[in-house]
T-cell receptor, first 111, second 114 residues
Framework: GQNIDQPTEMTATEGAIVQINCTYQTSGFNGLFWYQQHAGEAPTFLSYNVLDGLEEKGRFSSFLSRSKGYSYLLLKELQMKDSASYLCAVRDIAGTYKYIFGTGTRLKVLA | NAGVTQTPKFRILKIGQSMTLQCTQDMNHNYMYWYRQDPGMGLKLIYYSVGAGITDKGEVPNGYNVSRSTTEDFPLRLELAAPSQTSVYFC?????????????FGPGTRLTVT
């Protein structure tokens, strides 16, 4: 089957570092995406990994291990505006390109 | 450059009614998608299109229909609305399907069927 698992909720303090994990089982793999979604708003793109390793983008980094079916999103120097849901999505090749989304991790940043 | 726009923002339907959710993008993207997002759940793909005149089913297509007569527009039709179709609907588009071609999402349509 196809499945993506993420923790439902996490809480962290302003200025801290938080790691949001994502494990996946899909029939094919053609890239992993992280999206940020503020409450009541549309998802917006954060990062993309297709090869193993770490991709860094300012305060955000994303890591991928294809052999383990595992990724994480690392957020540094947390700010209140980082309070949002973080969606992990795998692009699967099953005849054609399709995206499978996890249920999202709701992050609360406390002052 | 408006990106992806969706109308309406909110709608309440009675069981059995029909409606069309509109989606337009001005980025000249070939790929367009319709998702639904239920509370506490991930995005589920309803239908997608790889170009004008070409559409295909996603994970949860039952009860919906789409058409793609132009590159810009990708309307989603609900026939005989049911309470199970209460959800937030997002339209998205992307330039291609490979590499770092992220999806751009519209603001969503919040639909309640009672």
């Amino acid at each position: 089957g196809q499945n993506i698992d993420q923790p439902t909720e996490m809480t962290a303090t302003e200025g801290a570092i938080v790691q949001i994990n994502c494990t996946y089982q899909t029939s094919g793999f053609n890239g992993l995406f992280w999206y940020q979604q503020h409450a009541g708003e549309a998802p917006t793109f954060l990062s993309y990994n297709v090869l193993d390793g770490l991709e860094e983008k300012g305060r955000f980094s994303s890591f991928l291990s294809r052999s383990k079916g595992y990724s994480y999103l690392l957020l540094k120097e947390l700010q209140m505006k980082d309070s949002a849901s973080y969606l992990c999505a795998v692009r699967d090749i099953a005849g054609t390109y399709k995206y499978i989304f996890g249920t999202g991790t709701r992050l609360k940043v406390l002052a | 450059n408006a990106g992806v726009t969706q109308t309406p923002k909110f709608r309440i339907l009675k069981i059995g009614q029909s409606m069309t959710l509109q989606c337009t993008q001005d980025m000249n993207h070939n790929y367009m998608y319709w998702y639904r997002q239920d509370p506490g759940m991930g995005l589920k793909l309803i239908y997608y299109s790889v170009g004008a005149g070409i559409t295909d089913k996603g994970e949860v297509p039952n009860g919906y229909n789409v058409s793609r007569s132009t590159t810009e527009d990708f309307p989603l039709r609900l026939e005989l609305a049911a309470p199970s179709q209460t959800s937030v609907y997002f339209c998205a588009s992307s330039y291609g399907a490979g590499g770092q071609t992220e999806q751009y999402f519209g603001p969503g349509t919040r639909l309640t069927v009672t």
